[in-house]
């Protein structure tokens, strides 16, 4: 058998390769697991589904996220969950301006949209866990006063690592930082 080129991808378990022998997935001929299922696959099947299963307002919300991630891909943009939470956000804002004017319909529809693209974004922190991340980057960058706000806002969104809006961090920071 003839040696599998670097960074090929392999079925692991298969064959005699160099990959390790792992029960599911995909392994790399240097031995690196690669995730089974990609986010922009899992729409893709999800959306699949739901066209076979004639839920037509998901096919509609599943199309435009499909579309979204595959545009981020294309521009070079990996990060697929600020890609979701950009697009929750972009349903959240419309559905307030919808309600605004008076349209409590298409308000709920946005709201639909943004209740599937959730399904795919990682679990939310909870506001015990985002108090503890900032009151490390609290300590650890010395903050004192609110104009170190920038200093504790950037440490602690890179420990949040997307798992909670700015909004969120900024406002606990600011607890922090006056308390």
Do not use: C, N
Request: proline content about 3%; cysteine-free; hydrophobic content about 40%.
């Amino acid at each position: 058998m003839g040696a599998i080129p670097e960074g090929a991808r392999t079925r692991a378990g298969v064959g005699d390769g160099p990959g390790p022998s792992v029960a599911s997935g995909w392994a790399r001929a240097d031995g690196r697991i690669i995730e089974a299922v990609e986010l922009a696959d899992r729409v893709k099947q999800d959306l699949t589904a739901a066209m076979k299963a004639g839920e037509k307002s998901r096919v509609s919300a599943l199309r435009l996220v499909l579309s979204e991630l595959q545009k981020a891909a294309k521009e070079g943009d990996g990060d697929e969950v600020a890609v979701l939470r950009r697009e929750r956000k972009r349903r959240h804002e419309s559905a307030t301006a919808f309600r605004g004017g008076g349209r409590p319909e298409l308000a709920e529809a946005e709201e639909a949209e943004a209740q599937v693209i959730e399904a795919y974004l990682p679990a939310e922190l909870s506001d015990d866990e985002l108090r503890a991340i900032v009151a490390e980057a609290v300590a650890e960058t010395g903050a004192t006063s609110p104009r170190d706000m920038g200093q504790v806002m950037k440490a602690s969104m890179a420990r949040v690592d997307g798992r909670a809006d700015g909004k969120r961090v900024s406002a606990l920071a600011q607890e922090a930082l006056r308390g």
